[in-house]
T-cell receptor, first 114, second 113 residues
Framework: AQSVTQLDSQVPVFEEAPVELRCNYSSSVSVYLFWYVQYPNQGLQLLLKYLSGSTLVKGINGFEAEFNKSQTSFHLRKPSVHISDTAEYFC????????????FGTGTRLKVLA | SQTIHQWPATLVQPVGSPLSLECTVE??????LYWYRQAAGRGLQLLFY??????ISSEVPQNLSASRPQDRQFILSSKKLLLSDSGFYLCAFRDRSSGNTIYFGEGSWLTVV
């Protein structure tokens, strides 16, 4: 079965500093990968997704992620964070063959400090 | 455009009482539908998914059940709630035309007391 590991439960970072949130998934023949953001007491909002093609994916709010098949990773990055980026971030994987099950990681809480 | 709504937004229920959370999707046909639960510090747990009317797959054994009486309606139920059922419940849908992406509703906070 597919699984997703987000290694960091919390990441504190100062405003305007770069950040990387890590995500690793269990290997499969083909996968679709996603990052979602959740602000307090809200549902999840899609940040970006990798389905195929270029391994560097750009999303909303200045975030990007790189799909690395050999390392089975899909790390999320932003070169300069803002206070408003404080939220919880979830990595998710879908089995490309069946594409009806989406498995999420346990989330990383990003706290941007002034 | 597609929209998804779930209700109620918040619910406080005593132990042993029944539960019904409802989710509806608009602007799409024959979507895949999902119920997730988010417990504090434990990420999202897939509870049920449905690929069509009356077709429900359960991921985790528990005292919850799901039903899909109409194409764009997904209901999460329980006959008798437990304290451990407390959490944030999220409904989601996948539209096959949206690049295999799932989209979430606003969530429902359930507190069992």
């Amino acid at each position: 079965a597919q699984s997703v590991t987000q290694l960091d439960s919390q990441v504190p970072v100062f405003e305007e500093a770069p950040v990387e949130l890590r995500c690793n998934y269990s290997s499969s023949v083909s996968v679709y990968l996603f990052w979602y953001v959740q602000y307090p007491n809200q549902g999840l909002q899609l940040l970006l997704k990798y389905l195929s093609g270029s391994t560097l994916v750009k999303g909303i709010n200045g975030f990007e992620a790189e799909f690395n098949k050999s390392q089975t990773s899909f790390h999320l990055r932003k070169p300069s964070v803002h206070i408003s980026d404080t939220a919880e971030y979830f990595c998710a994987v879908s089995d490309g063959l069946r594409t009806y099950k989406y498995i999420f990681g346990t989330g990383t809480r990003l706290k941007v400090l002034a | 455009s597609q929209t998804i709504h779930q209700w109620p937004a918040t619910l406080v229920q005593p132990v042993g009482s029944p539960l019904s959370l409802e989710c509806t999707v608009e602007g799409t046909s024959n979507p895949n539908l999902y119920w997730y639960r988010q417990a504090a510090g434990r990420g999202l747990q897939l509870l049920f998914y449905s690929v069509g009317i009356g077709q429900i797959s359960s991921e985790v054994p528990q005292n919850l059940s799901a039903s899909r009486p109409q194409d764009r309606q997904f209901i999460l139920s329980s006959k008798k709630l437990l304290l451990s059922d407390s959490g944030f419940y999220l409904c989601a849908f996948r539209d096959r035309s949206s690049g295999n992406t799932i989209y979430f509703g606003e969530g429902s906070w359930l507190t069992v007391v």
